[in-house]
């Protein structure tokens, strides 16, 4: 498949709940991974501000989605700038993070470091083998992919990330902003919609009344008066 996903962890904020690397190795890959989750979380201010971000390292691509204040990272050998590149990665930062939540559930909100490495590490060593190696896996994500909404998602160099945290901060700043839109079109669809509705009550209301004055004008006139007088006795 030519994306083979090296190294793999889920962390809180900048703490590291599990990881597992290819070969037993993560040294090299936690160093950087842990660099790219404190100048995440610092740049949020600690807020579980969903993104989905990759960062180019060398030969090496880390991929970062952060859902329900949780974060899932994964590293890749090959480039992500292609829409081909990221698909099996997002894919499996995806599945991972569903795996987490519905295994540990709120407790991965207190647990301390690496508390679930033991048993969440070979969750991880055995969905980096089928991404990595199951063919199967990308005609899956690739049928998924054609149903989801297309998603943006954000390449920079990870050397430049950790010169300068301003350059993350704006990439968090989009997402924030498209959320902030996102709210904005909600609150002006249901103001339209408030404002259909009366415009509907009133021409409904005006429709009655007008009747009411022509049913009116018409009893008065076949009984011989406005107070009815030849009607009522």
């Known amino acids: 498949m030519g994306k083979k996903i090296q ?7 900048a703490a590291v709940l599990a990881e597992h690397g290819a070969g037993g190795t993560t040294t090299n890959a936690g160093a950087v991974a842990r660099q790219i989750l404190e100048r ?5 201010g600690g807020a579980a501000a969903d993104c989905r971000v990759s960062y180019t390292q060398g030969l090496y691509v880390f991929h970062v989605m952060r859902a ?3 974060t899932a990272l994964c590293m890749t050998d090959d480039d992500a700038t292609a829409a081909s590149g ?3 990665p997002f894919a499996f930062l995806e599945d991972i993070h569903g795996k987490f939540v519905k295994t540990y559930g709120r407790a991965a909100l207190t647990a301390l470091a690496y508390a679930m490495n033991d048993e ?3 969750v991880l060593s055995k969905q980096m083998d089928y991404y990595s190696n199951d063919p199967n896996a990308d005609c899956i994500t690739r049928m998924k992919g054609e149903m989801d909404q297309v998603r943006s998602i954000m390449i920079d160099n990870i050397d430049k990330v950790l010169e300068r945290g301003d350059r993350l901060e704006m990439l968090v700043d989009k997402t924030t902003t498209m959320q902030g839109n996102t709210m904005r079109f909600k609150r002006q669809a249901r103001r339209f919609r408030n404002t259909v509705w009366w415009r ?3 021409l409904t209301a005006a429709v009655i009344l007008i009747l009411l004055a022509i049913i009116y004008i018409v009893l008065a006139y076949m009984c011989h008066g406005f107070t009815l007088p030849s009607c009522v006795r």
Do not use: P, Q, T
């Open 7 to 13: 190294y793999a962890v889920v962390a809180r904020g």
């Open 40 to 44: 995440l979380h610092a740049a949020v």
């Open 68 to 70: 329900d204040g949780l």
């Open 86 to 88: 990221r698909r099996i």
């Open 120 to 122: 969440f590490s070979r």
């Open 200 to 202: 509907n009550v009133k």
